[in-house]
Each structure stands twice: as C-alpha cells, then as structure tokens.
RNA sequence: GGAGAGGUGGGUGAGUGGCUUAAACCAGCGGUUUGCUAAACCGCCGUACGCUAUAAAGGCGUACCGAGGGUUCAAAUCCCUCCCUCUCCGCCA
C-alpha cells in the first residue's frame, strides 16, 4: 500500500498512476476519511492528555485523605466522550485502511503508458528458434508418446492441472530444480526452504488478499492459504524486520510447489503444461536499498535470462505498459521463452520491483547509517523459473523428428542421461 | 490434543492499581581524561501517529510492556479471548 501521508501531498501524481493502470479512483474519499480521522485525532487526545493530568491529580488527593468524588464525577463525562470518539475513529479507520487498499501502486516513469498487452514493449530478443525438416509438434504429443508425463491419471487422483511425471520426465523436473537452485547460490542467492501455506497476514502482506483470494487454493479448517508462488512465504520472512542499511541487499532463492486456481481460464492457453494448477518454480526475492532498486531490478532480470540462455532456448523481454503490470508493481519485465512446436511465446518469468509497496504492509525497514532512522526497503522479485512451460519449450524445441527429446548440456550432470526416449 | 510455567526496550531483567517519566545492568553512540588500547567518569540511547514550527533542527501531546477486548477517575499490574515459547504427557514421518 501507499503511504497515506505521500497521498495527502502527492494527490496528482497518485491519480495519474491510478489512472494508467486503469484502477478505481478512491483518492477523494480517501482524503475525505483523513480529515475527518485527523479531526478526531485531536479532540481525542485533548481530553486524554486532561484524564492523564486529572488521574494523576486523583492519586495525590486520595494519599492526602482527601474526598476526590467530585473531579471522578467530572471525569465520567470525558471518558464517555472518549470512548465514543474511538470507536468513531475506529470506524473511519478501517474504512480508510479497506480503501487505502485499493490504491495500486504507481508505475515509474520508464514504464510505457498503455492499457493492453499490445502496448508491452519488446527490449530485448536472445537466440534462434528451432528449425528442420520436419514439423515440431506441440510438446502433449511428445510427452504422451515418450510417457513422461500423465495427465490423465493426474485428473483421476487429484482434478485438471494436476499431472504426474514420470521416469525421466520426473527426473528432467528435479535436474531443471537444482539447475536453478544452483546458478542462484553462485550468484548470491541465499537458499530458503518455505513453508507452502501462509496465513491470512503473510497473505495479505504480499497483496494477494484482500481482492485476490479467488487465486489460491485454502485450507479453510485451518485458515491457511496455499502458496501460489514462495514470493508470498519468502518475502514475508522478514515481516515486522529492520536491518542494518550495511545488510543490503539481500538475497533469496526458494523452490517450492505453486498451486493456483486459475478460476476461468480456458482453451488452448491451458493445453499440457501452459497452465497447471500445480507447478514447479525457484523464485528470486530482494530486499534492497531504495537508491538501487531499479539497479537491482535489472540485475534480477538477468539472472532469469541467464538460465535461459544456458538452457539454448530462445526468449524475449517485455517491459510490460503501466495497464499490463498488475496492482503491487512499478516496473515489470516478462521473460518469455519460445515454444517451437506450438509456434507462440510462453510466460516463464515475471521479475518485478514493488519498492515500499510490499515493505509498507509488512513492515520491512532498514535503519539509514547516518541518522540511525529507520526507512522502508524496497522489495523485489522474480521467477528464476517457473518449471512447465520451460519443459514444453525445452521439449518442443530439442525434439528430433523420431520424437525423442535431446537433454540440455547444462542438464548432463542433473539428469544423467543425455536422451529422453 | 491434555496439564503446568512463561512472554516487559537491541540484550539480561525489576516492577501485583496512582509515589513509573518502565528501575538497574549490558551492548551501542557522543564527550572528558589519556602516548596507544583499555579503564573510569559524564551525557545520549525506541517506534508510530497528531498538533505546531523551521533553512535544518526542535517543541507539545497521544498510543504502544505478545495480540485483541473489558473493568476503573486511573492498567505493564485486575478480568476475558486468542497467539507464541518452554517442560511433561498423548499421537506421529
């Protein structure tokens, strides 16, 4: 969320960032509820500071012996006045805290105004797709003939988006996993083992609730939320946290399984592994200085690619437009890799910068070295990567025409075998 | 899941209704002394919000002793609910 002293002084600049991203303005009613807050606010603690001067006043008569009922009396009626004024305040708070919710974060001014995924700005494009003479099938095909991986049973055991890998097909997962896991500890991630559920505030810290929970799976009994991504776990590890300004940055790279609803989807964009229910992923998480977030970001960009370019897929970066980006973000890249069998790109990686927005709700700050006065960091991530669709893109594009799968170099020493057949 | 004991500032830890402005010690920061280090001594040493003021600072107030409610003129202190930690029991990969 925003700071609702940057909305009190910043009313334009915050409007027009909700405007490009095509969010609901609440900014009026927001300032409105703030008035009347900040009014509240100094009559309440007026009279407290006369009941702590009268209290104290109580004390020393009744150790003198002498009879205070009359100033008590008078004190009843402050205190009925008080308790009304905060529950008022209570009201309008939690008001204001539901609306300041609502706010998206706003978008920096590298980011390319816009309003559909057509306005997503191509920045960079990275090898050659597959060619040869024969047609590159769709990687359901390959996967179903080679039996790496089951759809079918997966549906009967659990529902739609839930398969099974199997033999080499689990191997390629568990290789690809440590693969990521690797390239990340040599590039100063911190491995972090998550838990996989999270409870409403860890929820909430990371902006998937309010207004997202239709995304994750909940353990209702429980009230817990299954992950749908170990940003919400990773990041959240650090709630309510200050760190010496000398700390930063800090790094992390987590596995975990990523469960996601995907209420509504449909069609092609779900066929095989373009869009599971339960996927595989090590996501990057940054905890850094505000002065080098942006820096940082880019640097987070290229550590997704790098896999990329070790695995020899191609791939593209988008610098998605301020309508694209979603709600908790400033800026955004969008790595996709290209999927030679069904001849379109997929969405591998998604490496963002929220700078206070997570920080303000979770309440990460670091103190600065010269005041010793603590500021929010900026907190940054991205996928490093998500599993299926690099299988399909790694299936599509290293299949030879007998329909066998060629491994990866990088893969040798994981997998142990070089061919899938 | 059951029984018991706990949760106080960065740390240790005192505080069972008003004399607390949360003691004391340690750590940290600044200073004095000193050939250097150390010691000693002095001072500072939380966060959030509101009001006010400014070039920067500051000043006044409110809240915060695990979280949330309640009792009271007044709550770290009494009552209720919840969370967490420790010990023991049960269950368990």
New binding site residues.
Partial sequence: ML???FIRENTTIVKRGIKAKNDVDNVDAILEL?AQ??AL??E???L??K??????????M??AGED?SA??EE??A??TR??FIDEEL?TIEEKLESLLLTVPNIPHPSVPFGTTPDDNRTVFEWGEKAKGEFTFKPHWDITAKLGIIDFERGAKVAGAGFPFYIGKGATLQRALINFFLDQAAEHGYKELQAPIVVNEESACGTGQIPDKEDLMYTAERDKLFMIPTAEVPVTNFHRKETFEEKELPIKYAGYTPCFRREAGSYGKDVRGLNRLHQFDKVELVKFVHPDTSYDELELLRADAERLLQLLGLPYRVLLMCTGDMGFTQTKKYDLEVWAAGQQRWLEVSSCSNFETFQARRMNI?FKVRET???EFVHTLNGSGLALPRVVAAIIEHYQTPEGKVIVPKVLHPYTKFTVID
């Fill in positions: 700071d609702l002293k703030d807050r900040r606010i100094g309440g603690e007026t407290k500071a009941r702590n001067e009268v209290s104290a006043k109580v004390g020393q009744k150790k205070a100033v008590i004190m009843n402050v205190k008080i308790q209570k700050k010793g006065k603590p």
